[in-house]
């Protein structure tokens, strides 16, 4: 019986695989990012956990009065929102459709994210205590998108449905009944937790960049945007979302490789007006 489980849930896994579990999720704008993915979960099911996750986190913060109690960095945040989403369909069509949302939880935290389908949130003590321009903003805001762009939290998710396959767990998980709701579980875990791995982190550095770029945010901010943190990160307890992110200064470098490619098009979104 639990050899036939095995088979079963590596006959799914592998014909998940034959069937397109392996794509990519973006087209490849002016900085590319054309790594194939393993994808064993659809973008609906995620969107729809995220959504509820975002619904309970600005519900939670609501009921604290810590939801957008700052109108002017409110307005801020959403008026940057609103110039980068239509530049998200250079790499999907289907972005600029999504059904974004955009808030501000009052917190001294560090930390700004973008949930699967386009659920942004931006901690106020990003902002403030590192008192972030318009351009800085918009790089971050940018990178946090990229992340939802490539999917790369459906990517995890499916990751970990792959790696409890292979140590057994991962029968009683696929296409065996109980499987939807385990599935759940293990996305939901992994949505909260999420750190994003290396190559995640550089595919958002580079499609954020040209992101903010074809908003016409000057995207040299990325380069004082990471001395900034990395200043902070010198200061003791390092910024939620840069603890999974690589060496600070290695990404400087990168964000100054990256601007021969992406200043044409801040010049030419800032001359299209
Ligand atoms: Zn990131």
């Known amino acids: 019986m639990r050899i036939l489980r095995i088979v079963t849930a590596t006959t799914f896994l592998l014909s998940a695989l034959a069937l397109g579990g392996c794509q990519t999720t973006t087209s490849g704008g002016a900085v590319g990012a054309e790594r194939k993915q393993l994808m ?5 099911e995620l969107d729809q956990m995220a959504a509820q996750g975002y619904n309970k986190l600005t519900a939670d913060a ?9 109108s002017a960095m409110l307005q801020r945040v959403r008026a940057i929102a609103t110039r980068i989403k239509p530049q998200t369909r250079v790499f999907r069509p289907d972005a600029p459709g999504w059904k974004w949302e955009v808030n501000v939880i009052n917190s001294n935290e560090l930390n700004a994210f973008c949930m699967p389908g386009g659920k942004i949130m931006f901690y106020s003590g990003l902002i403030r205590q590192l008192n972030l321009s318009d ?3 918009a790089v971050v805001m940018g990178h946090e998108i990229a992340h939802a762009l490539r999917e790369h939290s459906r990517e995890q998710v499916s990751q970990a449905i792959a790696a409890q396959t292979t140590i057994g767990i991962g029968a009683a998980l696929l296409g065996l009944g109980q499987g939807s709701a ?5 996305a939901y875990k992994s949505l909260i937790a999420t750190r994003f791995s290396r190559t995640d982190e550089n595919e958002a550095d580079r ?3 040209e992101l903010a770029a074809r908003a016409a945010y000057d995207p040299r901010a990325g380069v004082s945007l990471w001395q ?4 902070a990160n010198s ?4 910024p939620e979302f840069l603890s999974s992110h690589p060496t600070e200064s290695s990404r400087v470098q990168q964000i100054e490789a990256l601007l021969p490619t992406v200043m044409p098009l801040y010049t030419a979104a800032r001359r299209g007006g």
Do not use: F, Y
């Open 235 to 238: 200061g003791g307890r390092p």
């Open 182 to 186: 385990d599935i759940a579980g293990v």
């Open 228 to 231: 900034k943190m990395i200043k």
């Open 207 to 209: 499609i954020g960049l």
């Open 62 to 70: 609501s009921a604290k009065g810590a939801l957008n109690t700052d």
């Open 40 to 44: 064993l979960i659809s973008s609906q």
């Open 135 to 137: 351009e800085e903003i």
